[in-house]
């Protein structure tokens, strides 16, 4: 009897809110249509590859930490050495590869997760997917991001080389064929 008021509270909660979304913008796209997956694709590439990519300065001195920690003893002095040795555009090293390569995680990410949760919802039934609604969510998530980081290992292997390999190539032209 509980369990039949929370469903019903449940399921009358998501029509209400698709209907408040629905009248407000008169018609987006249906939950599950190749433009819902392509909508979410796209909020993934942008909050993913234009987030990554603002931060390449501080991701560059990082890595650089990490592969040589005797030269780029700290956060500021990976900065001084990186600008005294290349300049202010040295901090831009390995945006490509990040941009293009979040990018793509952000895509499998934001696209899969639905996608997965549409598919896991369906294997499991109305009333599980309720019952166990937040495994189903983790579940998707998971296997979301392991599609996900698959886009994503080549560009950021290339980028990692990039920042970090001294006499390596500087763009992801020269350097991903070199991967590959």
């Given at each position: 009897m509980v369990f039949e008021r929370q469903k019903d509270a449940f399921f009358a909660q998501s029509a209400q809110k698709q209907l408040v979304a629905a009248s407000a913008s008169q018609y987006s796209c249906e939950v599950g249509s190749g433009k819902f997956y392509a909508l979410c694709a796209f909020g993934g590439l942008l909050s993913c590859g234009l987030t990554h990519t603002a931060v390449v300065p501080l991701d560059l001195v990082k890595c650089r930490i990490q592969v040589n920690p005797d030269k780029y003893k700290s956060l500021g002095t990976g900065f001084k050495v990186?600008?005294?040795?290349?300049?202010?555009?040295?901090?831009?090293?390995?945006?490509?590869?990040?941009?293009?390569?979040?990018?793509?995680?952000?895509?499998?990410?934001?696209?899969?997760?639905?996608a997965f949760k549409n598919l896991y919802s369906g294997m499991l039934g109305e009333e599980n997917t309720f019952l166990y609604r937040t495994s189903m969510y983790l579940a998707a998530s998971a296997s979301a991001?392991?599609?996900?980081d698959i886009f994503l290992c080549p560009m950021e292997s290339v980028k990692v080389r990039i920042q970090t390999?001294?006499?390596?190539?500087?763009?992801?032209?020269?350097?991903?064929?070199?991967?590959?």
């Open positions: 990186s600008i005294a040795e290349g300049g202010m555009k040295a901090l831009s090293l390995g945006w490509a590869p990040t941009l293009v390569g979040y990018s793509m995680q952000g895509i499998g990410k934001f696209g899969f997760y639905e991001e392991f599609f996900a390999t001294p006499g390596w190539e500087q763009t992801l032209k020269a350097g991903a064929p070199r991967i590959w």
